[in-house]
Every structure is written in C-alpha cells, then in structure tokens.
C-alpha cells in the first residue's frame, strides 16, 4: 500500500504526530510526504519556518519514531504529486481538509486516474477546544501538546456566587490557569424550569455568555420526571461551550423535594422560594442550597454544582477519546 499526504509541518505537534502516525499504521509499502515550499506556505501563513527547517526538523521526527519508507518532496500548490501519480493507494487528511481530498479524487478522476481512499484524521485539540496549530504555538497560547499556556477567559452565564465559585474550583482542580467572570444572561426558559427545560437554559446560558471569552458556562437546575418512580428529581445541569461552537454538557447527582415543596411549585412558586418559606434561609439559593439543608450539611450546593461543571469538563480532560 503507498499512502500519501501533505502539510506545511511548521512547528511540529500533537496533530502533526496524529496524521503521520495514521499514514503509518499499519505498515505501507512507502510514504510519501508533501512539505509545502515556501512561497505556497506564505500564500496562507503571515510567518513560517524555512523550507529546509522544517525538512531537517520532520526527519527527525521520522527517525526518532522509527517511520521508515518515506519520501519527502516539495509542494507549491494543494494537490501536490497526489493529483498525477498514478500508483498511489490512500491519501491521509486532517478533518478540515477533508473536501480539498475529495477535489483532489475528481482532479485524478478527470484524468483517467483512480480515486485514491481517503482517512480523514480528528483535528486535535487543545485544552480550550480549538485545534492544535503552529501559529498558536508561536503566538504563546499553547504548548506542542495542546497545554494552554495563557489564562483561559472563563465567562459563566449568572450572577450566582455559589455557581462562579463551583466553575473557579473546577478548572483549577483541572490546573487550567483562568480568569473566571460571572454574567447576568437571558436564559429563555421559565423561572422553574421542568424536564428539558434546564438543559435549554443551561446550553442557552453558556451560548449567551461566552463573547470573546474562550469557554461560556451554563448552570441550570430543573425538575425533572422520573416516570418510573412516579416523581420528580431536582438536576442541575452544566452546558460549556468554546470559541469553535462546540458544546459539552453534563449533570449532577438528583435527589427529589419534600411533597409539600412539590405541592408549593407545582402550584407556581419556585423551588427556591418554597425552599425560603420552609427553612426561613433568604437566598437559600446562594448559599447552602435546597441540597445543604436537606442533608444536613453534609454536601452543599456549591459541591452539587462542581459535580455537574466536572462532568460537562470530561470530555474536555480525556479529549484524545472523544475525538470527532
């Protein structure tokens, strides 16, 4: 099997490693590797290695890898040697550039040239949820990991002390440096929500507050129904979203009210000021929370909403398994 591929392969990193290690597994007759020439590079890039850098710094990564059977070979436009070799196999592609592969198969295609099969490699991403690229290591954001090296901009969609709290003690547990900044938003739900209702105002929370910002968060707590057990469960749902658009959602443990504090909601109230009326604590919702009191203290609602930004952050921490 002869696989080819192509980049600019500046500063080298985690997603370069990604694409050569598919070209490479399992083992192809021969590899050949299209480095851009300098002018082409230029055409898309304000600022890049030479030529000859990059050469000398991509062997070396061949080498101390032990991937052997390459061929390196300038190119100065998108297609490279792919378009006219006639006895290539599988072209290797990063998931952004996966309709310049499918271009390339018609060009081939055009001339009497059978379609290459393409394998199109997930973007690797840093820990804000942007891609790794050599511009933003250059720049000082990132490391050649991905490891952000700059305080990430953390907006979380509420007013609430007790939820920003819960977000700063998160990603520092994470040992993600962060400003982290509450802001009063517009969640579009009712002020109880009820079933999915919560994970609405949790999502729309985050979209509403994330700006410039690199990460919004949003925290949202709702009844939901248990039609199983015939009643509802209190869950507090927490929706991250980063600059790319993407989402990641997760939620904290449930428990379920007293009748009489479902009897004073269903009927309009919210839970928080059921809560009030039964404990007399104003602004339980700020402070302890329906869950402090209920157990005794023993997990409050600071600890309840970690539970729910920790579980919206896993695929975030594992992002090597939950690559699209």
């Known amino acids: 099997m002869r696989v080819v591929l192509g980049g600019t392969f500046d ?45 000398r710094n991509l062997k070396r990564l061949l080498a101390a890898r032990k991937w052997r059977h390459a061929r390196i070979e300038p190119i100065d436009d998108p297609f490279g040697p792919a378009a006219d070799v006639p006895d290539l196999d599988v072209l290797v592609v990063s998931a952004e550039r996966q309709p310049v592969a499918v271009a390339l198969n018609e060009a081939r295609m055009a ?58 003690d998160v990603f520092k547990s994470l040992l993600l440096p962060a400003r982290v900044r509450g802001l009063r938003v517009k969640t579009e739900v009712s002020d109880q929500p009820f079933d999915q209702e919560a994970l609405h105002g949790a999502m729309n929370r985050a979209k509403a507050a994330i700006g410039e910002g690199d990460f919004g968060v949003g925290i949202e707590a709702g009844l939901v129904w248990s039609s199983v057990l015939s009643d509802h469960f209190d869950v507090q749902y927490c929706a991250v979203v980063d600059r790319s658009g993407r989402f990641t959602v997760g939620h904290g443990p449930g428990f379920t009210y007293p009748p009489r504090i479902l009897e004073k909601v269903k009927a309009g109230a919210t839970v928080g000021d059921a809560m009030t009326r039964l404990t007399g604590i104003r602004g339980i919702g700020s402070r302890q929370g329906a869950i402090g009191y209920l157990t005794e203290g023993r997990l409050d609602r600071k600890g309840l909403t970690e539970c729910a930004v920790l579980m919206a952050m896993v695929p975030r921490i594992r992002r090597d398994l939950y690559a699209r």
Do not use: C
């Open 111 to 168: 001339k009497s040239l059978r379609a290459l099969g393409i394998r199109a490699v997930p973007m690797v991403l840093a820990q804000d949820g942007l891609p790794i690229a050599s511009r933003r290591i250059r720049e000082g954001l990132i490391d050649r990991r991905g490891k952000r090296l700059t305080p990430l901009q953390v907006f979380v969609g509420s007013g609430n002390p007790v939820k920003i709290g819960a977000v700063k």
């Open 11 to 55: 500063i080298l990193h985690a997603g370069h490693e990604a694409l050569l290690r598919t070209a490479f597994n399992p083992r192809p007759d021969a590899v050949i590797i299209g480095l851009t020439t300098d002018r082409f590079a230029k055409e898309s890039r304000p600022r890049v290695n030479p030529y000859a850098i990059r050469e």
